[in-house]
């Protein structure tokens, strides 16, 4: 481990897509740091490039220029096979606990299967760690063999937190992570995700649109827009007093998302204290 560096340093991130237009640069000399057990919040209006940053993170995505340098190691520099060692310290959380989880598999199967294709353990120690993993989301232990299907959209959430948490990573993604929930059951996710952090010291790279969930989760908050960074800082500087028009414009139509276009419904930024 490197002491002297972040625990997630991205520099100069740029990510292109080969469109029938030809190149598109969706992700434009983008560079933040994360420290270890923080969280930093990703926010923009549809389009902006967040979950393009989450792939590349996740190196599902290969970028076009920059380094992704996770405790001092470069992921970008790295083919999959010197990749692959390193990728149970980096998990994703998605949007849709409807279509990321098969519904056909068991919360057993599913929590399992990431240790399973790290061979780790023995089935019954699986087994035994994936009572461990519902019990830290909280979920009884009789939903173990309840099939995806079985749940509702916060449990299957819960199931995908304990999924992603089963290879002890060191940091997660989670990309819209609670977009798709009712507020009260968002409420109980993000505590969730707040005690766990408290609990193990994971850090997190929390994509939203909703800038009264990040108020809540995130130590600090990266505005993008058209795939540029427009402004980062501390949580309360930037949702408090935003030093850029941009962001002011975000921070209304938070409040009123007739002011902005391109901002979905499903996108309007609930809870923001003003
Ligand atoms: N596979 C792809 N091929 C071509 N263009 C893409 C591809 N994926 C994303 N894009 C484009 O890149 C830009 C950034 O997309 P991205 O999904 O990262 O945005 P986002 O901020 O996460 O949006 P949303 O909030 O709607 O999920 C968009 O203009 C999108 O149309």
Redesign the pocket.
Known sequence: MNQQAPFLSVKNLSVE???HNGI?R??DDVSFDLERGTTLAVV??????????AKSIMRLLKPAKGQILLDGTDLVALNEKRLRPLRRKFQMVFQDPYGSLDPSHSAEQIITEPLKIQKSGTPAERRKEALRLLDRVGLPEGALDKRANEFSGGQRQRIGIARALASKPELLVCD?ATSALDVSVQAQVLKLLAEIQEDTGISYVF?S?NLGVVQEISDQVMV?RK?KLVELGSTEQVLTSPAQPYTRKLRRAALDPSQMEGV?PR?ILAGLAS
């Open positions: 897509y080969n469109t598109f969706a992700v923009g209006e549809s389009g902006c490039g967040k979950s393009t940053i819209e994509i649109h993008m795939g979905k996108h």
